[in-house]
């Protein structure tokens, strides 16, 4: 049977339960301040103010001093720590007033944050959202619906329009339109019928349809990409990790610091030491580093959220940041700069031979072979009106073409090497259109001859992406200095298109291996190269590149598994965009450490020379925590 991968739904219940009484803290702390005041004010009995005060201190500092005891039994030490500091040291002074502010401001500021976070999980909570609870199946000729987790590996799922695909699955029946927005990040509708794969998550437009479920929903596309995208989010980059390190040192050097300016300052300056140790409260707060520590992670979450909802899966921060220092693009060829599979590029009849003629003759030759240049041959002639019938003999060479007979004569599709292999000579003008053909990197070149007479030439090539051409344009506009392809194909075919397409490097005829050693060449050459294949027989060079992406990995497992960024739809746009958007994260990235760097010294150097009030500390130091969020958030609308 199969389960539901998490459970999620009573986390986000939890969750939201915390956050309602987190928000509920703030207003009961807001509402001691102004009873304080005016009890203080109205000079009621000192016993119930401080009462008062306790319980605005206990609604204000809750959660900050529940984050500092988790963190102490691990054995770090939270930044919330320094403002508890603070407020317990200004009610020392009996400033409790003022110590309330500051737990408001602070607890406050930490539940704008936390809104303003939970926009950058909805990519998550989305995904959640398309899995439905019950499944309509076909079990023993009866129609019925079932829960989620009653079902099998090999049911029968029926579809309508409007279901949204519960499981990875395959059409036994019917055909439908798929909107594949949510997990591919294609905008367009795409029409299945019988035998198509459909992933979990995407939703049936039109059509009835059964399919069969081939993914438990642990294994489906659907669950994969909620686990990647929460290990993503999950996972740190560098400098994140850096702050988070150097954040505790940090943190015990202001405590420190602080310690020693109360102690030291009223002996050594005669200064007064109720003043000095106010100076200090405000000093602990503002050199607290929490703009600091928040600036990467709200940088970098909204960022992969923003990804996630275009198909483009990070897998971590790290190899977000990793893609903006790429200087060098290398390219498998098959199915990232072409489209994968062959097609007729030319039809060329010799003289006297009609085109229909030709094309009749390949049809019959070629429709019972399985290789994929006879099944492109086969359906260019049934597009052009040539349905053929099965010849009386038939016999495919492999690696040189195939060879049939019908009305006691034979016929033969293939290289030239066919014919040689059987004996026959290739008249000299055919072979001289054969090799300019190639030349021209028009592709694999067939010759077609029946009986005594040769018919003509037929190429096929897998034809370059429409968009290709823009797209590598685009990947120099977005700063990459070198676009490389590598690729098993001829050579003379790889440079013709390498020539059409404006790429930089061309390299052919190269096994799994050779593309790795060239992939550490370029790396050794130019700096960070960014690698895009399928994920499979790509895999060493994606595992050797800085950056490994896997494009078009919809369903395919061995892609998302191998690839640092994995592009979920088939498009080249998406490589453009993914690099555009890691280097405009670092630019933020850097934006929010700078200014939070910035105004942790401007209020300490206030706070030691002109001296600013405790409130005003605490607002300046939230304000900038907030603002370096907000920044980050923008991420979430980059287009």
Not at 195 to 202: E, K
Request: aromatic share 6%; charged share 20%.
């Amino acid at each position: 049977m199969l389960s539901p991968t998490t459970n999620t739904h009573t986390e986000r219940r939890i969750q939201l339960n915390d956050t309602f009484f987190e928000q509920l803290f703030v207003v009961l702390t807001l509402v001691g301040i102004v009873a304080g005041v005016i009890m203080g004010r109205l000079e009621v009995d000192p016993r119930l103010l401080l009462a008062v005060n306790l319980a605005t201190y206990g609604f204000g500092g809750f959660y900050a001093v529940r984050a500092i005891i988790e963190a102490l039994r691990e054995y770090t030490i939270e930044v919330d720590l320094l403002m508890v500091l603070a407020a317990l040291g200004a009610a020392y002074l009996d400033a409790w007033t003022e110590g309330a502010i500051l737990l408001f401001l602070f607890s406050l500021s930490n539940v704008l944050q936390s809104y303003a976070m939970d926009r950058t999980r909805n990519a998550i909570a989305a995904l959640l959202e398309l899995r439905p609870d019950t499944v309509t199946v076909r079990r023993e000729g009866l129609v019925q619906q079932v829960a989620l987790d009653q079902i099998a590996i090999g049911d029968l799922v029926v579809l309508r329009p409007g279901d949204r695909v519960p499981f990875d699955g395959v059409i036994v029946q019917g055909t439908g339109s798929f909107d594949e927005a949510a997990i591919t990040g294609e905008a367009m509708p795409i029409h299945k019928g019988v035998g198509a794969t459909v992933l979990a998550g995407t939703l049936n437009q039109s059509g009835a349809l059964d399919m069969q479920v081939t993914k438990s929903a642990e294994e489906s596309t659907l669950a994969r990409i909620i686990g990647m995208v929460s290990e993503a989010q999950a996972r740190k980059a560098n400098t994140q990790s850096f702050l988070d390190r150097a954040e505790q040192w940090y943190a015990m050097g202001v405590i420190g610091a602080v310690a020693l300016f109360i102690l030291l300052m009223p002996p050594m300056f005669g200064v007064d030491f109720s003043d000095n140790f106010y100076r200090g409260m405000v000093l602990l707060t503002v050199a607290s580093p929490c703009a600091l520590v928040i600036s990467v992670p709200a940088a970098l979450l909204s960022a992969i959220a923003n990804g996630a909802r275009r198909g483009i899966l990070f897998k971590g921060g790290a190899h977000l940041e990793a893609l903006s220092r790429v200087k060098v693009v290398a390219f498998d060829k098959t199915g990232t700069l072409t489209y994968g599979r062959p097609e007729v590029a030319d039809c060329l009849p010799q003289p006297g031979v009609t085109n229909d003629e030709l094309l009749t003759v390949v049809a019959r030759a070629e429709c019972q072979s399985e290789h994929p240049l006879a099944q492109a041959l086969v359906a260019y002639c049934a597009d052009h009106g040539h349905t053929p019938s099965e010849p009386e003999r038939f016999q495919a060479i492999t690696g040189m073409g195939v060879q049939a007979t019908w009305d006691g004569v034979e016929t033969l599709v293939g290289a030239p090497k066919l014919f040689r292999h059987l004996g026959q000579s290739v008249p000299a003008d055919l072979l001289a259109e054969v090799e300019r053909l190639e030349s021209a990197g028009r592709g694999t070149v067939l010759l077609v001859a029946r009986g005594e007479r040769w018919l003509g030439l037929i190429t096929l090539m897998d034809r370059e992406r429409p968009e290709a051409t823009a797209q590598i344009a685009a990947l120099r506009a977005a700063g990459v200095e070198r676009i490389v392809m590598l690729t098993g194909d001829n050579a003379k075919v790889a440079q013709a298109l390498g020539q059409r397409l404006g790429l930089d490097e061309v390299h052919a005829s190269l096994l799994p291996e050779d593309k790795l050693r060239i992939v550490e060449e370029l790396e050794q050459r130019y700096g960070a190269t960014a690698m895009v294949g399928d994920g499979v027989n790509d895999a060493p060079a994606l595992a050797a590149a800085t950056s490994g992406i896997a494009m078009g990995a919809a369903g395919t497992d061995a892609a998302l598994e191998t690839a640092d960024v994995v592009l979920m739809r088939d498009n080249l746009s998406a490589i453009s965009y993914a690099i555009s958007l890691s280097k405009r994260t670092q630019r933020i990235v850097w934006q929010n450490i700078s200014f939070a760097l910035a105004v942790v010294i401007v209020l300490i150097l206030a706070t030691l020379t002109v001296g600013i009030s405790l409130p005003m500390g605490v607002i300046g130091h939230e304000g900038s925590t907030i603002l370096v969020v907000l920044n980050g958030l923008r991420l979430l609308v980059l287009k």
